[in-house]
């Protein structure tokens, strides 16, 4: 039987991403599909955010292919741990390559959110922070309160990587910031403001 204190939790979901993307400057930002987008476009569209309204289980794959191709850019993935469950196949490969430039950002309210609430794994024995240590992560940690995610901040910013942390947030029920939903867009203001307007499609 899972059991989750996930309502218990203190650490709130939109405070955290807030707290992750101030003065984010010309970080690269990549977002798994629903609460994760939701959080950060709450806290300010920006055309350096790839929020996904799909592919479950692709953010970090995206986020490591990014880091790859932009080496001198910071990038952060922040996703939810039912996508990162779906995806538990790319730490191993985040791991292999070893981008020194990624940051995987678990928020963990121990639920699917998108389909009613249910509890996902990590509300039970499943710990995604051991499992990134396994895969080869050098850095890898759980934040379970103000003073952990004060101490992880920085090092999400600024220590080499490949780095993961899973944040323990508390479960709500907030209203939806949406992210426009055209793909196109997206992908289309992304790469200009990446790498300036005259990129190609």
């Not at 990038?75 to 020194?100: F, H, N, R, S, Y």
């Not at 934040?143 to 920085?154: R, S, T």
């Amino acid at each position: 039987m899972l059991s989750s204190q996930s309502t218990q939790y203190p650490l709130r979901r939109r405070e955290v991403v807030a707290r992750l993307l101030a003065d984010r400057g010309d970080l690269l930002v990549v977002t798994g599909l629903g609460a994760p987008a939701w959080d950060a476009t709450a806290a300010g569209d920006h055309p350096l955010s790839f929020p996904l309204w799909g592919a479950m289980g692709g953010a970090a794959m995206i986020g490591l292919g990014l880091a790859l191709a932009q080496p001198a850019r910071r990038v952060l993935v922040v996703t939810g741990d039912g996508e990162m469950l779906m995806g538990l196949g790319a730490l191993a490969t985040i791991a292999l390559q070893a981008p020194k430039n990624l940051t995987v950002v678990v928020l963990d309210n121990e639920r699917y959110g998108e389909t009613g609430m249910q509890a996902t794994h990590t509300a039970g024995p499943a710990d995604l922070a051991a499992i990134a240590v396994g895969c080869g992560f050098p850095v890898a940690a759980d934040v379970f309160d103000q003073a952990g995610l004060e101490e992880a901040l920085p090092r999400i910013r600024n220590e080499a990587g490949p780095l993961f942390f899973d944040i323990k947030v508390r479960v709500e029920d907030l209203p939806l910031v949406l992210p426009p939903k055209d793909g196109a867009h997206l992908k289309g203001r992304f790469r200009a403001a990446l790498l300036g307007p005259d990129a190609g499609p």
